[in-house]
């Protein structure tokens, strides 16, 4: 669910059709069934259903594929304020594992905390949802770099 | 390249043998093509080689997929050092990425730092290797915890 | 300014009393004149007032006094919850600094986001407030560990 | 402990003053009695003597005056490679903590990890030392920017 309106502008209207362009570009997210669900200035999130070609040892949804959905969420989330000639990159993020991910979805949120003109800071949200219900199972903190000059699509 | 001998004595000489049985239950592990290479008392290495699958927007290896593969080496590198009768789980982990993952393979290294009854902290690192040259690519702290009484193989 | 009501019961209905003592006894809170300004189930605020004496090398509070009226937040809302007959520590924090810390007054709150048995899991918020303005100048995750059986009060 | 030597090549030949002028300009160090005990490309050491004045509750010394210590430790270590015109600031840092903070002296050291035109990234050790016996009370990863074009000192 998106959060409350917030006072994000973005720099490039085009936002909503870089964000879904680059994701599509990531063939990791192919890889896990990562699916784009919401993209808004300042916001992002990604979702996937578990299998058990994404699990841990457990069953559950492995820590590190949660990192990568999240991650991701964090990155675009960001993204969406950027100019059109810059692209992104995490620089580091700080992952807290609160309950086993697993259940019919999990959705990583990312919502930009601060967006300045060469690092963002933002924070982000895993929920798994299973019959309706929906529990928190790890939060994230995170730091993302600005790459000007750099757009993120390659030269055509 | 395993650390320097370590004090670290296991609890349970089968750490050698329940180590590679944990990590073929990950499914997660096979689906990015993860290779457990090394395991010692309170060490443990993964490794991959990078292909479009893994990629991000750019083509690097994803920070998340460099996550799930630092994660692992980190909690099986705990996990050595726990009774036969523990599981274990991340707590939480922090990654700064340093630069981009790419070459001829990436591996993760978990070096446990201190290892308590409930808490175990380990750090990590990721390098990229290609003809021959090491860099370094991110840099893990993590927390774990373990689980006694929830042995990591299931019930046969 | 205390969270949205939140589903926090506390164990002990002393932790009213039990904050503001073991507050008394961090001798590092009144070496930086740091105050206990609310207290409520998962909650805690600390604030305290810019001198020379917590500068940085610019004249900011130095990020180390910002993290620490931050992680004793963050510890005392992770107390409120726990049994008389236990004490907390801080496992771990990570701590994004966003703004320089000036101004009027600094304030540190921590909201729980998680109570365990064993393990607490926090977010903290730091405010700069100058004529009115409110600056969110640091964001924080953290760990805290529940000590059962050792009171956080010295034996009489 | 100063670290193996390194290939770190310092831009300014004058941060060996640099440092220490630094250090002296920041109140909050002088408050908590520490002092700066080494300096070296890539590398910082700052120490204090616990007193009751840095104590939790329990009279260890407390978990911010040791992320104080370190987070200046590894801003230093950072700082000895900048340019002249350049100052340092936390972006952030994570810090564990493994033993209480107690002995003779606590020793916090800064490392270099990497050291960019815009980001560096350090790993920090907390040592405590008592009746000769070292221990290993906190580990930290932190990420510094380089503000370019202004000097750490204030103008004459």
Excluded: W
């Excluded at 085009?14 to 699916?35: C, L, N, Y």
């Excluded at 457990?58 to 000639?85: C, E, K, Q, R, W």
């Amino acid at each position: 669910m998106p959060p409350d309106p917030r006072p994000f502008v973005p720099d490039d209207p085009a936002f909503a059709t870089r964000v879904p362009e680059s994701f599509a570009r990531q063939g990791a997210m192919a890889t896990i069934g990562a699916r784009l669900v919401a993209v808004a200035p300042g916001y992002c999130a990604i979702d996937l259903v578990p299998t058990p070609a994404l699990a841990q040892q457990h069953g559950y949804v492995h820590a590190g594929v949660v990192a990568m959905i999240v991650d991701s969420a964090g990155g675009y989330a960001g993204f969406t304020l950027f100019p059109a000639t810059a692209s992104v990159l995490s620089v580091e993020f700080k992952l807290n594992l609160l309950a086993p991910a697993q259940g019919d979805r999990i959705v990583a949120e990312g919502f930009v905390v601060k967006s300045g003109r060469t690092l963002t800071i933002t924070r982000g949200e895993v929920h798994a949802e299973s019959a309706g219900r929906r529990t928190l199972v790890a939060l994230m903190q995170q730091t993302l770099i600005a790459m000007h000059g750099k757009p993120d699509a390659p030269a055509a």
